[in-house]
Each structure stands twice: as structure tokens, then as C-alpha cells.
């Protein structure tokens, strides 16, 4: 039972979430999955590595394509987040942690530039 309550608390704090608040929720599953990879590497456990690193991919494919292009910034984001994504695949490949620390480094910064946006707003 509390799994099912778990579930549809997550899914209404997606569904009344501001924008900000859906971006800062990504960037906690970004920070998330890629610490996930980090101790399944170091376990030496490939195919949930593998299945974090996925994941990571998918959040930062979702904040590519939600950025708002009407901002000259929005291309510098966007080159760091394929960055970031083109090291996660070479993490994966070479089983890397220093590549997963690095990345997981930019997304740290990331969302606690992003939490200070957010508070700023307010």
C-alpha cells in the first residue's frame, strides 16, 4: 500500500508543479541516477550501471528539449547538457568513475543554480 501512495504522491506533485518546480524535479533525478551509477560501478553491477546511466540520459535529453531557445544562454545550456551526455555514454563504456564524478559534478551545480533561481522568483 505505501508503494501505491508513494506513486500517486509523486505523480500529483508532477502534475501541480510550476515549470521551475518540473525543471528543479528533473535536475534531482538527474543527481539521482547518475549517484545510483556511481555505487553500482563501483559494485561492479554493469547492467544497473548501465540501467542509471540510461535514465541520466533520458533527463537530460527531456532538458534539452524543454529549453527555451528565446534566450541567448539557452545554446550554452544546450551544449553542456550534450556534453554531459556524451560523457555519461564514455563513463559507460570505459566503466569510468571519474567521468560519472565529473558529470555529476555539473548537475550538482546545475540544480543548486537552479534552486537559487527559484528562490529568487519567489
Not at 528533473?26 to 561492479?44: D, R, S
Not at 528539449?65 to 551544449?79: G, R
Not at 558529470?103 to 533561481?117: G, H, I, N, P, S
Amino acid at each position: 500500500m505505501t508503494s501505491l501512495a508513494a506513486q500517486q504522491y509523486r505523480q500529483n506533485s508532477v502534475l501541480t508543479a510550476t515549470p521551475g518546480e518540473l525543471t528543479l524535479q528533473l535536475y534531482n533525478g538527474l543527481v539521482k541516477f547518475i549517484k545510483l551509477a556511481i555505487v553500482h560501478m563501483e559494485k561492479g553491477e554493469i547492467q544497473a550501471t548501465n540501467d542509471n546511466l540510461i535514465k541520466s540520459q533520458d533527463i537530460l535529453q527531456e532538458l534539452l528539449c524543454t529549453l527555451n531557445t528565446n534566450y541567448p544562454i539557452a545554446k550554452d545550456m544546450a551544449a553542456l547538457y550534450e556534453y554531459m551526455m556524451e560523457r555519461l555514454i564514455q563513463a559507460n563504456v570505459k566503466k569510468d568513475l571519474s567521468i560519472l564524478e565529473e558529470v555529476l559534478e555539473y548537475a550538482e551545480q546545475f540544480r543548486a543554480t537552479w534552486m537559487q533561481a527559484l528562490k529568487a522568483m519567489k
